[in-house]
């Protein structure tokens, strides 16, 4: 059975852990994907581009968006707010793609709730707490207050790694990227709970 309606990838992690760093390395190798971008309210970096990295809206327009039922999912974290636009998904969804998400424990918690069948969740850790607070001062992008703000949420949040299919330490970039992009092209073969249905109905059908 060929899986033609697209699936879902969540990447997991604390600010810190190599997301963004282990994406860039198999981005090449894993075929059609959707990265689903994110809308925030917190202030752009420096070297960021509205559109690409993020999209950045005021407060004010996050809260009318959440109105209007506009996101798969969403959460207040560090003080601000993040998203994720139903639309763009369910387009990319339709066109077979691999939807990537780059999402917080509370957003993966909604999408395996509203499209586990079609999910699969992968939590992204550095080896210890000594090495991600290391990274997160090293990078030199936050305050000393926003990371020890992060280093308190990775506490809370490596206590939910059960919620996820699978567990990659970044410790050593090839083995994990090599690792991801395994996952990655299994992630595609998932199959939806009406397409495992269809396919039943279908091969019961004795002529």
């Keep these: 059975m060929n ?13 810190g852990a190599g997301k963004s760093t282990l994406l860039n390395e198999i981005i090449q190798d894993i075929g059609k994907c959707y990265f689903s971008i994110s809308t925030t ?8 581009t509205n559109g690409i990295h993020y999209h950045f809206v005021s407060e004010e327009e996050f809260k009318k968006d959440i109105e209007d039922d506009m996101f798969l999912e969403y959460a207040h974290v560090h ?21 990537i998400f780059d999402i917080d424990v509370q957003g993966n918690s909604v999408v395996t709730n509203r499209l586990g069948d079609i999910t699969t969740s992968v939590f992204i850790s550095p080896p210890t ?13 936050d305050s000393q207050k926003v990371i020890d703000r992060r280093i308190e949420m990775a506490k809370k949040e490596i ?10 330490v970044n410790d050593n970039l090839e083995v994990a990227a090599d690792t991801l992009r395994y996952i990655a092209k299994a992630a595609r073969l998932k199959i939806s709970g009406n397409e495992i249905n269809e396919f039943v109905y279908k091969w019961e059908d004795i002529d």
């Design 3 to 15: 899986n033609n309606s697209g699936a879902i990838l969540v990447l997991s992690g604390p600010s």
């Design 41 to 48: 309210t917190r202030p752009i970096r420096e070297g960021e």
């Design 79 to 99: 003080g601000n707010y993040y998203g994720t636009s139903i639309k763009p998904v369910k387009d990319a969804l339709k066109a077979g793609k691999l939807v």
């Design 129 to 141: 707490l000594s090495e991600l607070k290391h990274r997160l001062e090293t990078r030199k992008t």
């Design 159 to 168: 206590q939910r790694i059960c919620e996820y299919d699978y567990l990659i």
